[in-house]
């Protein structure tokens, strides 16, 4: 697929970064994952919202404007000729002799466009299956950083337990999938923990607020447990690659009555209409 690095088009195979780079070695940097429909990228400037503000959290100066970074990801978009695609887009502290301290030299952008890649027909139609494991990351899971050794290690068990995601406790709480928000609905409310430092503050989970709003159903940030969770009448991920997915079994356990909830199905009815 086509790619793009500091300033060049690029296959994304090709071998371009030098040992000695920030991302390669310390996971010095940030990202965003962003879907195109059908030629339009879905909620573009909440992610560059995001983007800089991963960025500024980690006094990394990417060097250019939001517009300037809106431009190449569309004129890549173009390149590409995919009309549904994912664009994934990273900025590191650079490339300098490998020292823990920040370096002056420009920070490294770096992107790549390949088609959409879309959950797995029978999950989209029965529900998907979660794992609970602990919360293992730091304190600023706002930050949308490269460090996700903590998320590909519980994705990795939940996957192998035969889930699809792993749902994270920290404090005997909710806080997030590993790469997903989550929410339950109870007695037609919708509940999800608060956008703290503690979740990353999702594109898809702002969406369901919004949704929520016009389709007159209650939402409340509000943190719960595991217990809560199983107490539900259903649940639900949402993520950029996965938009809004049932969830109807944690740890082998039902939620519900098993099956996909009425409320996430509305959601995500919606939000094909939105794309
Ligand atoms: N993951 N929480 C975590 C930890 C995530 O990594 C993601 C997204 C989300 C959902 O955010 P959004 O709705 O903005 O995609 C929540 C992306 C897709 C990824 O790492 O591939």
């Given at each position: 697929?086509?790619g ?5 088009i690029i ?21 965003e ?7 339009r ?11 800089f503000?991963?960025a ?22 173009e ?15 650079g ?17 790549t ?5 879309y ?6 139609s029965?529900?998907?299956?979660v ?20 998320n ?14 792993a749902?994270l406790?920290r404090?005997?709480?909710i806080?997030e ?18 956008a703290?430092n ?18 007159g159903?209650?939402l409340?940030?509000?943190a ?10 259903e ?27 009425k409320?996430?199905?509305k ?9």
């Amino acid at each position: 697929a086509i790619g793009y690095l500091n300033g060049k088009i690029i296959s994304s195979n090709d071998p371009v970064l030098p040992i000695d780079e920030r991302g390669h070695q310390f996971g010095d940097g940030v990202y965003e994952v962003i879907r195109v429909y059908n030629g339009r990228a879905f909620m573009m400037a909440e992610h560059m919202d995001r983007f800089f503000k991963s960025a500024e959290a980690i006094k990394l100066n990417l060097g250019k404007s939001s517009g300037e970074i809106l431009e190449i990801v569309h004129d890549l978009i173009e390149r590409s000729g995919f009309r549904d695609c994912d664009v994934y887009m990273q900025a590191t502290r650079g490339i300098a002799p490998r020292n823990h301290l920040f370096p002056n030299v420009p920070a490294s952008i770096s992107m790549t466009v390949k088609p959409s890649k879309y959950v797995d027909e029978e999950i989209r139609s029965n529900g998907a299956k979660v794992k609970l494991l602990p919360d293992e990351r730091w304190q600023n899971c706002w930050i949308k950083s490269l460090n996700l050794l903590p998320n590909i290690l519980a994705k990795q068990e939940a996957f192998e337990a035969g889930a699809l995601e792993a749902v994270l406790i920290r404090e005997g709480y909710i806080t997030e999938g590993s790469s997903s928000n989550f929410f339950i609905v109870k007695n037609g409310e919708i509940w999800t923990a608060p956008a703290t430092n503690h979740i990353l503050h999702g594109i898809t989970r702002i969406a369901v607020k919004e949704m929520a709003s016009e389709l007159g159903i209650p939402l409340r940030e509000q943190a719960f447990t595991p217990d809560e969770m199983f107490a539900a009448d259903e649940a639900f991920i949402t993520s950029t690659t996965q938009e809004i997915l049932p969830v109807v079994e944690a740890d082998g356990q039902k939620i519900g009555d098993g099956k996909p909830g009425k409320v996430a199905l509305k959601l995500y009815e919606r939000f094909l209409e939105k794309i």
